[in-house]
C-alpha cells in the first residue's frame, strides 16, 4: 500500500475545476486583473489544490473538469499529477455536485478557489465520513460552503439551494435537518472571488510566487454620461 493510500484509501476526492479560458473564469477579477491575469490566476489555484490533494493522501484523486475533460489544460494537469479526469456535466452547481458524489460510496468534493483548505481539512474530512458521520463540510466566510464529503448523495440536498448566494450553507443545514442527516462542520475558510480576496491570497503566501503577478490595477470608473450611453 502506498503512503498516500494509508490515510484515506476508501474515500474518493472530487476537484471542481473549469478549464481556464480568458474571460469565462474569476469573472469578478477581470476589471482588477484583466482576462488573461485572472484565467492564470485561475489554472495556478487549480495547480494548487490538486497538490494539496496528493498531500493528502488520497488514492482516488478525480479532477471532475468543465466545459469538457479533453482540453489541453486537463490533459497537462493529468499527466502531471496523476489523477483521473471526469466530466461535470449539465445543469446547475447542485446537480453537477450530486452527480459527481452519487459515482462513490464515499467521496469528498472542493472547489479549486480556495486556497485556506489545508491537506488536514481533507483528512478530517474523510476521518468524518468513516467515524459513520452522513456528511461534511467546511463553511466558506461568504455563505456557502468550499468543501462537501457525504457517504451516500441525496438529490433533495441540493434541490432549490440559491447556489452563489449568502445562504448557501444555511439553507443545505435546513434540508440536512429534513433529511435527518448526522454532519460534522470543520472550521470556515475563505476563497478567492472577488478583488478584495487578491490582497488576502497575497499576505496568506498560499499561492507563492504571487508577488510576481503584477500589481492589480485599480477598475477604471465611467462617467455618469458614459454609463447613460451603455444602458438599453
Excluded: N
Excluded at 478584495?196 to 510576481?212: C, N, T
Amino acid at each position: 500500500m502506498s503512503s498516500r493510500g494509508a490515510t484515506a484509501p476508501e474515500t474518493a476526492l472530487i476537484v471542481f475545476a473549469r478549464a481556464p479560458v480568458p474571460g469565462r473564469v474569476k469573472t469578478r477579477l477581470v476589471p482588477v486583473l484583466g482576462r488573461e491575469r485572472a484565467a492564470s490566476l485561475h489554472a495556478r489555484l487549480v495547480e494548487r489544490t490538486l497538490r494539496t490533494a496528493l498531500a493528502a493522501g488520497f488514492d482516488d484523486v478525480i479532477l471532475c473538469c468543465t466545459p469538457a475533460p479533453k482540453g489541453r489544460f486537463f490533459e497537462a494537469m493529468k499527466k502531471q499529477f496523476g489523477i483521473r479526469l471526469s466530466s461535470q456535466g449539465r445543469g446547475d452547481l447542485g446537480q453537477r455536485m450530486h452527480r459527481a458524489l452519487s459515482r462513490h460510496p464515499g467521496a469528498v468534493l472542493i472547489g479549486s478557489d480556495c486556497p485556506a483548505l489545508r491537506r488536514a481539512d481533507l483528512r478530517a474530512a474523510a476521518r468524518a465520513l468513516r467515524s459513520g458521520l452522513d456528511a461534511v463540510f467546511s463553511p466558506a466566510e461568504d455563505g456557502g460552503y468550499a468543501l462537501i464529503g457525504t457517504r451516500l448523495s441525496a438529490r433533495a440536498l441540493f434541490a432549490g439551494v440559491h447556489w452563489g448566494g449568502a445562504k448557501v450553507m444555511a439553507q443545505t443545514r435546513v434540508r440536512l435537518r429534513r433529511l435527518g442527516w448526522h454532519w460534522k462542520e470543520l472550521r470556515s475558510v475563505w476563497d478567492v472571488d472577488r478583488p478584495v480576496d487578491l490582497e488576502r491570497l497575497r499576505r496568506s503566501r498560499r499561492l507563492a510566487p504571487l508577488a510576481a503577478l503584477p500589481p492589480a490595477a485599480k477598475p477604471r470608473r465611467t462617467s455618469s454620461a458614459a454609463r447613460r450611453r451603455a444602458a438599453p
